[in-house]
């Protein structure tokens, strides 16, 4: 009785074999590409996501914080800028006055310093300085808060809580500023701020915040 020929696989069969093989391999290469792709946009938005936020946060801290004190004009010329001011110029976004500053260290300084927020080739800087009245030249510290910044626009809520305005100080919340009653001008704040930041890759943020009476 003869025994059972054991059949091979043919050069055909070993093809077909390693063409399926190479399919499958691609098919599965592109599925972990297209996963990490989305991984790396998920984690990236996230970021951009806690970057923002972060943002806000120190915008709220800052509002927050605003008080009714004039400072000593950074120019140097003497007169007193108004506790909050913006859109009277193309220097800075915004400037204002705040207590409140953290001094874990106790050192020998005031609680207050002068804040202002500026728009540099697509980015918003925080800029404030040591002391509410800084030295002539005086150089700001600078934070860098965002990233991908079109535009920031700020409106600005009367006392009387009726309108919003462009800039500040508005000076119909003191009627015509006399002699009498230009430090009341200097020192009136809005009771709220709205700000829209309009960003490279999510479009327009808006958010409003209080500020304290």
Known sequence: MTGMRQRGFTLIEILVAVAIAAVMFAIGYAGIDQALRDREGLEA??????????????????FAQVVARPARDLLGNGDLQPALQS???GDYLIIFSRGGWSNPAGAQRAAQQRVRYV????????????????????????????EGVRSVQFRFLDPNGRSWRNDWPATNTVGVVTPANADLALRTRPIAIEVTIDLDDWGRVSRIFEVPS
């Open 45 to 62: 938005a996230q970021n951009r996501l806690s970057t923002l936020q972060r943002a806000m946060r120190v915008l709220s801290q800052d």
């Open 87 to 89: 859109g009277r110029t």
């Open 119 to 146: 728009l540099v080739n697509g980015e918003l800087v925080r800029e404030y300085w040591l002391s509410l009245d800084p030295a002539l030249n005086a150089e700001p510290r600078r934070r860098l808060l965002l």
